[in-house]
């Protein structure tokens, strides 16, 4: 994966792994395909709260158990990665480091009620962690990025949240200050941003998660505006927006098809 040098470790529901469902069919097809890849099955951690969509990702704090490695850099599977990510790997020790929800916090926001992300998470495996997060997230039945502002706030190490935490919705607005801060008076240059960044979530609800079905509406009412009398610029492409964005999802069903189609009615090249 744009030639990683660390081990690439995926993290998967534990009865994926068992009989001859498609699931477990796929996940024999990525055994096969990338036989580098650590294969890891796991309890699914839900809570009951909310919109069902995000009810199984407590999920993620299974990295805090993979005490094999020293340090693990978490993303969730709305993801994709753009670039390479070793240098990440070079940052401070800390038990958690990661980008603050940049499309959270407003520039006068005081610096204790700032909000971390949790979509990306670089931290150090520890079994009393683990312990002590999955306690948290049970007892307190709230999301991902709740459990982790209320365990790491005051500890966590903060990643700048430019090329790493950068969000597919970032693509559909109109205002790019906080994405570009403390740069606000930068000029938006979406072909730019992709070609710096990382990674990329995908963040356009409601359209669904992108490996679940779209309807052309859903499609049609989420996409970046694509102004008519938008000027030729030689650095980008005209409709720069509505171009980087698509081609995200485009990437994601190429690859989804590629390496899931098992799971939706295709066969695997």
């Known amino acids: ?13 534990k009865d994926w792994s068992e009989g001859t469902s498609e699931q477990a069919k796929a996940i024999d097809n990525i055994r096969s395909k990338h036989p580098h890849i650590h294969l890891r099955p796991m309890d699914v951690i839900s809570t009951s709260k909310g919109d ?10 299974q990295s805090f158990s993979l005490t094999e490695w020293t340090r693990i850099l978490a993303f969730d599977s709305d993801s994709l ?12 020790m800390a038990p958690l480091a990661v980008p603050r929800a940049y499309w959270l916090n407003e520039k006068d ?24 997060i999955i306690k948290e ?27 790493l935490a950068l969000l597919t ?24 941003e992709v070609s710096r960044a990382s990674l990329v979530h995908f963040s356009d609800w409601p359209l669904p998660k992108p490996w679940k079905h779209r ?12 102004p008519k009398n ?18 995200f999802y485009e990437d994601y069903d190429r690859l989804k098809d590629q390496e899931c189609g098992i799971l939706h009615g295709h066969k695997n090249h």
């Not at 994966?1 to 529901?13: E, K, T």
């Not at 990665?81 to 401070?92: A, E, K, R």
């Not at 005081?110 to 962690?129: C, F, N, T, W, Y």
């Not at 938008?230 to 964005?245: I, Q, S, Y």
Request: hydrophobic residues 35%; negative net charge; aromatic residues 10%.
């Open 1 to 13: 994966m744009y030639g990683a040098s660390h081990d690439l470790v995926l993290i998967f529901p």
């Open 215 to 226: 309807t052309s509406k859903q499609w049609s009412d989420a996409l970046p505006d694509c």
């Open 52 to 61: 069902a969509t995000w009810r199984d990702s407590l999920t993620k704090f």
């Open 230 to 247: 938008e000027p030729n610029r030689d650095d980008r492409p005209k409709c720069a927006d509505r171009v980087m964005w698509t081609g």
């Open 137 to 163: 997230a049970l007892q307190s039945g709230e999301f991902d990025m709740e459990v982790i502002n209320h365990m790491f706030r005051d500890s966590a190490m903060i990643l700048p949240h430019r090329r």
């Open 169 to 192: 919705g970032e693509f559909r607005a109109k205002n790019h200050s906080q994405y570009l801060a403390p740069d606000e008076d930068e000029e938006w240059n979406a072909m730019a």
């Open 81 to 92: 990665v753009l670039n390479t990510m070793d240098h990440y790997f070079l940052s401070p």
């Open 109 to 132: 926001t005081d610096i204790a009620k700032q909000v971390l992300g949790s979509h990306v998470m670089l931290l150090e495996p520890s079994k009393a962690r683990y312990d002590k």
